[in-house]
């Protein structure tokens, strides 16, 4: 439910809504717009009386919210959520306002030299933040499984090396713990998109978060496994479209870009799009990433290594630091177009 005040309502009215829902027992969410508050309700909406609150001071009126999803429904915040990483010992990026972050590295980390390298092609190119796995949820158990805090500790190294702010995958609230030290963002892959648990850890972790989708995860899925991120206290959340699973087998996944415009229309939290997940083939990263800039995305996170074919994990989709370096510049003219910047 929301409380929509009029342009004339004035802070004792707010005030006096607020303390009718809160004494119901149920939670509020102040939106304030240059004309507009909004106050959202969180819980039981049973528990209050409309009535009494379409009589308050100032109300204009009362909308019911059918999603399950509160706080992440552009309904409760209508104005774009900005999101800010690093700033104290790297770099800041915004992710949500005119900045197009883009998020390069390596899919696993595998030396200091690796990461190092990729880092300052990552630098050189305008791109905004370092991304690399260091634990890393495969298919198979066979699989290189990530240097886990040894990766973490070269990650964090070469963050404050080339002031790039560094993002990586959790996949535990163990995970978690260990990671937090060394990240300035912490991921939740696909697999875990509904790891509740996690989920809820991340809400209390201090750090902004970036929610893939899971590969076969609706739209409203996808937002209510944010809702337990939102409702844990951290409102730093970016959404990450990765491609879904569907019957196509000539790419890795189906990159789902109508998502981009879906997800501007139901929420406020900034939204990129992983392509190098989505399709699996490195020919084919350039023109999903250009058509996720076009259509409104937020960012990209790309995954470029200095030897894709001795990569351990993923080369097919890594960009070498030429490729990578060539979409940078690709991406800018179409950037501006739009009064955006890497």
């Avoid at 204009?60 to 059918?66: A, D, G, L």
């Avoid at 229309?265 to 990129?272: D, E």
Wanted: aromatic residues 4%; contains cysteine.
């Amino acid at each position: 439910m929301i409380v929509v005040m009029n342009s004339s309502a004035t802070e004792e009215n707010v005030k006096n809504v607020e303390n009718i829902i809160t004494s119901a027992g149920l939670h509020v969410h102040l939106s304030k717009g240059e004309e507009t508050t909004i106050i959202g309700i969180v819980g039981d909406k049973t528990r209050v009386n409309t009535e009494t609150l379409q009589a308050a001071d100032g109300v204009e009126k009362i909308i019911q919210v059918t999603e399950s999803y509160k706080l992440a429904n552009r309904k409760f915040h209508p104005a774009n959520t900005v999101i800010k990483v690093g700033g104290k010992d790297t770099d800041a990026v915004t992710i949500g306002g005119d900045q197009f972050v883009i998020m390069g590295g390596p899919c696993a980390v595998e030396s200091y030299e690796e990461v190092k390298s990729a880092a300052e092609c990552v630098k050189k190119s305008g791109a905004g933040m370092l991304r690399g796995g260091a634990y890393k949820p495969r298919t198979s158990p066979y699989s290189f499984q990530g240097l886990e805090e040894e990766g973490l500790k070269i990650l964090h190294r070469v963050s404050r090396e080339t002031g790039l702010p560094v993002i990586s995958e959790v996949t535990s609230e163990e995970a978690l713990k260990t990671a937090i030290p060394y990240l300035d963002m912490v991921q939740v892959g696909t697999r875990n998109m509904q790891n509740f648990a996690l989920l809820k850890a991340v809400g209390k972790c201090g750090l902004p978060v970036m929610l893939k989708r899971g590969m076969a995860a609706t739209i409203d899925e996808w937002l209510n496994a944010a809702e337990y991120i939102l409702s844990s206290g951290n409102e730093n959340v970016v959404l990450c479209e990765r491609g879904i699973r569907t019957y196509e087998t000539s790419t890795r996944n189906t990159l789902d870009i109508s998502a981009v415009p879906v997800i501007k229309t139901k929420s406020h939290l900034p939204i990129i799009v992983d392509p190098s997940h989505a399709s699996g083939v490195r020919a084919y990263i350039a023109p999903l990433s250009k058509a996720a800039a076009a259509c409104g995305a937020d960012g990209l996170m790309i995954e470029t290594h200095p030897d894709p074919a001795k990569a351990l994990s993923d080369g097919p989709q890594s960009l070498t630091f030429d490729m990578f370096e060539n979409l940078c510049k690709d991406l800018t003219p179409l950037l501006s177009l739009q009064g955006r910047r890497l």
